[in-house]
Each structure stands twice: as C-alpha cells, then as structure tokens.
C-alpha cells in the first residue's frame, strides 16, 4: 500500500468508454451462463416450433390405429405414438407453436395494455387511478386459475377465447406492478426538475417516466410467461383451451392420461415440454432482473 | 421594474390532507406552509433557515407552482406565476429554476449528464445539436470536462459532481432567480464549500438571484444578504444576516444560533439548546405555533398568533415580547 500521489480513480474512471445502458445490459447477460443455456433454450424451442411443417416427420392430426401408444424410440417413431397412434414429435413440434401463441399473446397484451392504465393511474392519481386500480382489484380478487377458468367457460373453448381469457387474468397484475413503479418514479427529484424547466406531461412520460418504469415492467412480464404457458396448457386440459383434435400441449396431457398405465413416459412428454418451457423463461426473466438493475 | 422586487410572496399557504378510510376523504391537514410572504430583490441572496419539517421546501415548491398552493400570491418581475396560463407559465419557468438537495434521486438514471442538461433547452425548442452544445459548455463551466463526463451516467459521478450537473441544469434556461433547496446539504464539508464557492462564481456572473434553503446556520449565515427564519410552517423572524447573527430577536431564533456549536468559549451555551421536537403541524398550538417550546411564553401567547412587527430597517420579528417593553427585555437578554 505504498503513498500515491495521482489520482489513479479520478484520472483512469473518465478514460474508459462509458457504455450505454443497454450495451451494459447485454454485457451482464452475457457473462451469466444460467441466463444465456435458458435463452438458447427457448430460442431452439421457438425455431422448432416455426419449423414445424418442415421438421415434422408425420402429419400430426394423421393417426393409426395400429401404431397406437408406440414407446420412445420405436422404429419410425423417434418420440412413440400417442393414444391415437399419431406421431409423438410431430404433436410435440405442431404443439409447441400453439402453447407458446397461448403462452406469449396474453402477456404481450398484458405488458402493453397493463404499462398504459398503470402509467396512466400512477401519473395522473386522484380519480381516475381509483378508478383504473379498483376495477383491477376486482379481477385481482379472483384466484388466476378460477378466473381463466371463468372466462373461457363462459366464453366457450377456442385459441381465441384462451387468449381473452388469460389476457384478462394478466392485464391486472402489469398494471399494479406498472402503477406502483410510476407513483415511486413520479415523486423523485428529476421529475420535478422536468416540470420546473417547462416541460408538458408527455415530455416528461416520454423521456423521463417510462425509461425508468419499463424495465421493472418487462422484467414482471417476463416472469408471467411461464405462468401463462401452464394456464394456457391448463385450460386446454380442461377442455376449455384449444380443441381437439388440434396439437397443444396441456391438450395432449389430457387425452394421453388414461394411457399412463400402458406407457408411462409418452404421456409424460408434453409435460416435460411445458416445465423445460416455462422453467427456461422463469431463468431468462431471472437473468434479466439482474442485468437491468440500475447499480449506483 | 428594476427597483421592485424580482421575487414576491404574499399569504401563500398549504395544507396537505390526511387521507383515510374508503372514500379517501381527508380526515386531517398537515399545515406545511401557513401565511408566508416576503420579497426577494434583483441579485440579492435571500436565505430560509429552519428545523427539519418547517415547510422550507414545500416553500420553494410553492414559488415556482411545482405545487399549487391554498392560498396566496407569487409574483415574479411583476407577471402573477400562479394565474399563468400554461404558455405564460412555461415561459416564466425559464427564468426560475429550482437545484434540489438529493443529487442522486434528481437525475434520471437512464439519461447521459449531457442530455440531462440538455432537456431544459429541448423542452424549449432549442434544436438538439444546439441544446447539447450548449449543456456541454455549461458542464464545463461547472468543473465537469464534457470530453470526460459528458456521456456518462449519473450513477457514475460523485454526490458533488452529480450536485454540479444539477446546477448546469438549473442554469441551462439562463434563469433570473434560483431557488436552490439544501444544494450542499447531503455533500462532505470539504465538497460543500467547492459548490458554494461555484455558486458565488455563477452569481456574480450571471447577476443571478438566490433563494437558498438550508438548515445549516453557518451556510446560511455565509451565503445570504437576507434571511428567513421558519418555525412549523410561519416566518418568525426576518432581517439581514448579520443582525440575525448579531442580534436575534425571536426566542426561537436565539435558541438556533444559540445551539450552533461556537469555537470561543466565551460564547459557549448559558442557556439549554431548544428541549424537545416541534409540535405535531398537524395540530399546531394555538396563538404563538413556538410557544410550547419557548422559555418566555406568556398567557396571550396561547390566544392570538402574533403579528410581525417591525425592529429596525427589513428587521421583522413576530413576538409579543417586542409589543411591551422591548427596551427591558433587550437589556436583559444582553447582560
């Protein structure tokens, strides 16, 4: 610890190139493995589940009542038959297109529609926050799995109704998170500097607010996904969701149930396929609440 | 215009509601600021010094209506701020700025310090490459080499570097009047005198006017031609700096400079500092707000709140002592 007469902290910190927020962003998330294998993981399950027409072997619909309830790996079936005898991976691959849709709309909705009534509430108050939070508290009142349920069943099943339904469930839950974000946004110092230096309201949302409330939200969003796969996969299993004889996984898990006693791992597949799914956006959502943190 | 005030406050209040129960109706009213008026002139230094809680920032939040307040009138070189219209109130703005006292919640963590700078003259229409020109002489004129700092982030900088980029904020509109609220408050000793020593700089330049918060009597006491004391939301005494230091009249005012801790022993405390924390401003007592506190608190003190009255050139103090026998109290104060 010899005496230093520079000001090695002063002098170097200036030099190195400052980097933007969202280059230091990718920096973290590229030094962090977990976050990176969950990522690679969901971009392998997207890029299989576009490419299904191409990569599937079978028609997924075509069934065989000889081949039925094939094990893994017998010839000409990679993945076995379900209880139909249709091909495992083709189901699995054409599934997967429907789960992520039913997964992913719901919170993309969520995410825009949730970021504006909560912005809205949180910035302007009074009334209309009253207003937009106490409508949100009703459909908050309800247990997430009940209220899909609700909805779907009085709306009849289909893909489209499934994703009324669970878009109405998430709506709720990104505006409290997109309200409590704004209000404690809204009283920091910086903000009334903006309003002292003139500037209107949509200046202020544009430039100040929403920078600093989006990534809160899109990280709570993000942990909503795996949730909104497994509701989705759920309503399916109800028969509520998607409707045969159309691939979905919860769908698949619920029409190969009763074949559990013949062939225990086929039907465990489409199960395997929604945990590896929502566990790999859980990590990546993980990930990326680390690396959007503001450190000081 | 130019002998008037530039700064004039009259009567202004605010009462914040306590809100409770269902209906969020208001079941109770924290008095923050109750009947406050003074007068700031071109380039003086008009200081406001008081307790945590007395209402000085909610003050400085009033003059430049980031607050509207109850009641009362703010008027700056002659234009009523709080009657503006939206393109008149947005003009006015340009020409009082605010510096606020947490230099790390009043900078957006996600601007660079240029484009923090910068926004003030965006927000006027100043074209982009202009404004940014601009911030980063301005930031340069502050201690902070634009070549250096410009692009970082907030969060990068020290509490006094980050204070500097507040203050090349404030000044970026070339205002008249800056209200600056506790500005070396939350700043090392060392690091304080350096932005008060950059604020007397600016001042002299600029011919700037300040309104400067602070509940520190010594930087009061330094900076300002004027001073304000605030006890629970009211003004109790008002005079120049060096009366104030010389002669306080208010007991309240006596007891502040009274508890600064002094270096000659001569002058060390005959009397107890202030006992006690001041009253709930929800409830305020009546008549005289310090008379729970006060070691001279008389019967009449309780009924009526005392009306400021006048000692000497711009000396004011709201006291009943002052009403009897001035003479008599003064001396035995002195001896």
């Known amino acids: 610890m010899a005496v230093t007469t520079a000001l090695p902290g002063e002098l170097e910190a200036p030099a190195l190139a400052p980097m933007s927020y969202w280059r230091t962003v990718a920096w973290r998330l590229g030094r962090d493995p977990a976050t990176l294998a969950a990522g690679g993981a969901l971009v392998a399950i997207a890029l299989a589940a576009l490419l299904a027409p191409w990569l599937a072997p079978y028609d997924p619909d075509a069934g065989s009542i000889r081949a039925r309830l094939a094990a893994v790996g017998s010839a000409g079936h990679l993945l076995g038959t379900d209880e139909q005898g249709r091909d495992m991976l083709s189901r699995l691959l054409w599934g997967g297109r429907m789960t992520l849709v039913a997964g992913l709309t719901p919170v993309l909705v969520a995410f825009l529609l949730g970021t504006a009534l909560g912005v809205l509430a949180g910035y302007v108050g009074g009334l209309t926050s009253t207003l937009v939070m106490r409508t949100m508290d009703i459909f908050y009142a309800f247990p997430s799995v009940l209220l899909a349920i609700a909805i779907s069943g009085a709306l009849g099943p289909g893909l489209a109704n499934t994703l009324i339904s669970l878009s109405i469930v998430f709506v709720p839950r990104v505006v409290r998170v997109a309200e409590s974000a704004t209000v404690q946004v809204k009283s920091l110092e910086y903000i009334a500097a903006a309003r002292a230096s003139g500037a209107g309201v949509a200046a202020i949302v544009r430039h100040h607010l929403l920078a600093n409330v989006l990534g809160p939200i899109l990280v709570f969003s993000s942990t909503q996904v795996s949730l909104s796969i497994i509701l989705a996969a759920g309503l399916s299993f109800l028969g509520l969701g998607v409707t045969p004889p159309a691939a979905e996984w919860g769908l698949m898990l619920n029409t190969l149930r009763q074949s559990i006693y013949v062939n225990a791992i086929v039907p465990a597949l489409p199960g395997v396929a929604i945990f590896v799914t929502s566990m790999a956006f859980n990590l990546l959502s993980d990930g990326l609440r680390d690396a959007m943190e503001i450190r000081g | ?335």
């Open chain 2, 1 to 335: 215009m130019s002998a008037g005030p530039l700064l004039q406050a009259r009567g202004l209040r605010k009462h914040f509601p306590l809100r409770g129960g269902v209906l969020q109706r208001a079941r109770a009213w924290v008095r923050a600021v109750d009947g406050v008026s003074f007068d700031v002139r071109p380039t003086e230094t008009v200081g406001i010094v008081g307790e945590s809680g007395c209402g000085k920032s909610t003050l400085a939040r009033l003059v430049l209506r980031l607050i509207e307040p109850d009641a009362g009138t703010v008027t700056f070189d002659g234009e009523d701020v709080l009657g503006a219209p939206p393109p008149r109130l947005k003009r006015l703005r340009r020409d009082m700025q605010l510096v606020f006292q947490d230099p790390y919640a009043s900078l957006n963590p996600r601007l660079t310090i240029e484009d923090a700078v910068a926004f003030g003259l965006l927000v006027h229409g100043t074209p982009r490459a202009v404004a940014r020109e601009r911030a980063r002489a301005l930031l340069g004129r502050v201690g902070l080499d634009p070549r250096l700092y410009g692009r970082r982030y907030a969060h990068e900088l020290s509490g006094g570097q980050r204070q500097r980029v507040n203050i090349a904020r404030a000044l970026v509109l070339d205002p008249r009047l800056l209200v600056l609220d506790e500005p070396v408050s939350a700043l090392d000793k060392s690091v304080q005198a350096q932005v008060l020593n950059l604020l007397a700089d600016l001042k002299a330049e600029r011919a700037l006017t300040y309104v400067f918060i602070s509940h520190d009597l010594d930087v009061i006491e330094h900076v300002s031609d004027r001073v304000l004391v605030m006890y629970l939301g009211e003004v109790v005494e008002t005079g120049t700096a060096d009366e104030l230091a010389r002669a306080p009249k208010h007991p309240y005012t006596q007891a502040l400079f009274a508890s600064a801790p002094t270096m000659d022993p001569d002058r060390r405390m005959e009397r107890p500092p202030l006992a006690g924390d001041p009253p709930n401003p929800i409830d305020p007592p009546s008549g005289c707000r310090f008379r729970t506190r006060c070691a001279f608190a008389m019967p009449r003190c309780a009924e009526a709140p005392p009306a400021p009255r006048p000692l000497g050139v711009g000396h004011e103090v709201a006291c009943y002592l002052y009403d009897a026998e001035p003479a008599a109290f003064i001396r035995a104060r002195t001896s």
